[in-house]
């Protein structure tokens, strides 16, 4: 740990998986005060919100446990950031000076205004709130309702399967191929499971209409749908857009490949609302932590007069829970694209608890053991950093 005299303010917008590393991780250096702010009192282990939906896990974090001594929470929105002035300003009306800040406020769902009745009637699993709503709807819900759920991503799969297991009537609606992001045999696991479960898979259809208790496909049925829930897609705060910096198609801000942002180079990003030369990271905790390490370590090299590094991360795939008994392990080239290589069942299940748990413990360790947590690097970036000229 270095010790210095001078006090540099970092404000770390966001507390998820990227943000709250990140606000430990920046203690390397003793002359630096720590702001972490987040609209919610706890963490929200977001990876395990289709168990929260189904009741078998909470869910939630004491920051208490996870933060490291001198970091100030502040439980409050951020709502714009000025440049001129480097404040961050907040909901409350308070205004926090800043140094630097990181910029981590994460992703949420996003359930399309084009498709009529979703933003009525559709329920999500993206955040906790919304988690919360569905959790309660799905207790007063009788066990033999129709359920559909829209998007046959991994959100979708897992958010299908965890109710599947408990004996609700769900009907996958995935819009196009399901797991597209897996392997063919892979995939083939995973319905090989959704349909032993007695989960419908419709790969061809999309949700054109969300009613209150049916939805209408694309190619025209009507099916009793006494609870939707739409898990397709992902969308940003728009923060980074309201404060005036540039931001890709989907509202992440722009920066370049050590995280900072294209227009200030006070403002560095992490985690899910990061679009490093405009082209982000797969949204995922695999990538948050990396990107939340790395973006404090930017600003520690800022503070420190040195030249930041370039992201340096490498994939391993992805692990998919199919309720609390089983799962499918895709395995992936470091750039992230899948191979035909994967297992599934039980030992799948348990590498799945196992890195969700990790997820949290490694934040844990980065408060009390300051650069514990590692990652796998050599990407394919990287690669391209030393073929550069």
Known sequence: MVEHSTLHKVVVIGGGYAGTVAANH?????????????????????????????????ASVDYGTLLGDGITLVVDNATR??????TVE???????DYDHVIYAVGSTGAVPSSVPGAAEFAYSVAEFEFAQRL?????????????????????????????????????LVCGGTLAPSLSAPARRSVATWLS???????????????????VVLTDGPVRQSALTIWTAGFGVPGLAAASGLRVDALG??????????????????????????????RMSCQAAVPLGMQAANTVLSRIAGTAPAAIDQAFKGSCISLGR???????????DTPLDSYFDGQKAAELKEELCRRAVTGIAMEARSLGAVVWPKGGPRAAQMVASP
């Open 26 to 58: 920046l203690r390397m250096r003793t002359d630096v005060d720590i702001t972490l702010v987040n609209s919610r009192p706890k963490f929200v282990e977001r990876i395990r919100l289709h168990q929260f939906v189904a009741g078998n896990y909470d």
């Open 81 to 86: 950031i000025d440049t001129a002035s480097q």
């Open 90 to 96: 907040l909901a409350s009306g308070r205004a926090l």
């Open 135 to 171: 959790r309660a709807r799905l207790v007063e819900l009788p066990a033999h309702a129709a359920v559909t759920v829209a998007g046959g991503g991994l959100t979708g799969i897992e958010t299908a399967a965890e109710l599947a297991e408990q004996g609700r009537t769900v009907t």
């Open 196 to 214: 032993e479960h007695g989960v419908t898979v419709l790969e061809a259809n999309a949700v054109a209409e969300v009613r209150q208790d049916a």
């Open 252 to 281: 992440r801000l722009l920066t370049d490949e050590t995280l900072i942002s294209v227009d200030d180079d006070r403002i560095v990003a992490a985690g899910d609302a990061a679009s490093p030369s405009g082209r982000p990271l």
């Open 325 to 335: 008994h089983a799962g499918t392990m895709q395995l992936a080239r470091e750039d």
